[in-house]
């Protein structure tokens, strides 16, 4: 079974800083996607970033960027220069079969950037 | 633009009641998913679509049911309301074809059950 563990429940730090949020996943299928999403106080979730699992390069976004390392089943999350707009639970979520499968999620991490 | 639209945005029910929650897309999207958000779980799969006339049960399944009668519309009911299923639904859509397999959710129904 398939299972997706976000172990920072909270995270605080101050505007500027870099944060990093982790997230570490179990699945026996070799082919598979790794998902973020954002969800600010409004409450909807956005969507930030898919990666299947033969494209191990780091991609960067502006101020974001993801590590994916298959070695150590981890996929993790970096904000560089947080901003307060940054503030918001942060969910990595799993999905088997090309993606058409259900999407397993981690617990969330709820991130607040201190102005 | 296309999108996904829940309804009611908010609902307080009784226990025992019979509550259908609205999902609408307009991506002509053939897989679509229900969610449900509770503190310390995060998200988990209740039912999900591939196409019109196929369900299929999700991890919380119990006391939930889905219909697929058209591509666009996926309702939830709660066929008896019970307090354990007070929470946050999201409806999800993706594209189904293997290829921009993202799902893109819907705003979210907070529902109280009383």
């Known amino acids: 079974a398939q299972k997706v563990t976000q172990a920072q429940t909270e995270i605080s730090v101050v505007e500027k800083e870099d944060v990093t949020l982790d997230c570490v996943y179990e699945?026996?299928?070799?082919?598979?996607?790794l998902f973020w999403y954002k969800q600010p106080p409004s409450g909807e979730l956005v969507f930030l970033i898919r990666r299947n699992s033969f494209d191990e390069q780091n991609e960067i976004s502006g101020r974001y960027s993801w590590n994916f390392q298959k070695s150590t089943s981890s996929f993790n999350f970096t904000i560089t220069a947080s901003q307060v707009v940054d503030s918001a639970v942060y969910f990595c979520a799993l999905s088997e079969n090309f993606g058409n499968e259900k999407l397993t999620f981690g617990t969330g991490t709820r991130l607040t950037i201190i102005p | 633009d296309a999108e996904i639209t829940q309804s009611p945005r908010h609902k307080i029910t009784e226990t025992g009641r019979q509550v259908t929650l609205a999902c609408h897309q307009t991506?002509?999207?053939?897989?679509m998913f229900w969610y449900r958000q509770d503190l310390g779980h995060g998200l988990r799969l209740i039912h999900y679509s591939y196409g019109v006339q196929d369900t299929n049960k999700g991890e919380v399944s119990d006391g939930y049911s889905v219909s697929r009668s058209n591509t666009e519309d996926l309702p939830l009911t709660l066929e008896s309301a019970a307090s354990s299923q007070t929470s946050v639904y999201f409806c999800?859509?993706?594209?189904?074809?293997?290829?921009?397999?993202?799902?893109?959710f819907g705003p979210g129904t907070r529902l109280t059950v009383l």
């Open positions: 991506w002509n999207h053939n897989n």
């Open positions: 999800a859509s993706s594209d189904g074809t293997g290829v921009l397999d993202t799902q893109y």
């Open positions: 699945t026996r299928d070799t082919t598979y996607y």
